[in-house]
């Protein structure tokens, strides 16, 4: 979590075969593309088709639009076992959705299972 990150709100969806685990702060754009850097993505971040819904309504819950409907947010996945990122051990797949608010301050959503 960095230093400087505000609203932060987090959740765990309990599920049978495998929790996901989300995350969401604000912080400043340098800080969230950093973030999204260090997972290692195959792709850096790029903005995806804004017209598909999204296919579960998680980030809801913490009271958030899900960065999937928000016109502009950036996406990067990552498989941390697939690229050898023993820091992520515990976790298959790790997206992450930035998303910027104004000049100063970028939203980060981040998704993992």
Known sequence: MPENATEVKGAV???PQEDIYLLSF??????AVEMAEDLRPEQPLR???QDLPPSTKLFGHLGLAEPQSEKGARWAGV?????G????????????HVLGLDAD???VYL???
């Open 13 to 15: 969806q309990i599920n």
């Open 105 to 107: 301050t970028t939203r």
């Open 111 to 113: 998704q993992a299972f």
């Open 47 to 49: 903005i995806r088709n």
């Open 79 to 83: 498989c941390p076992p697939c690229v």
């Open 26 to 31: 604000v912080t400043d754009e340098r800080t």
């Open 85 to 96: 990122d023993s820091r992520r051990s515990e976790v298959q797949w790790i997206e992450i």
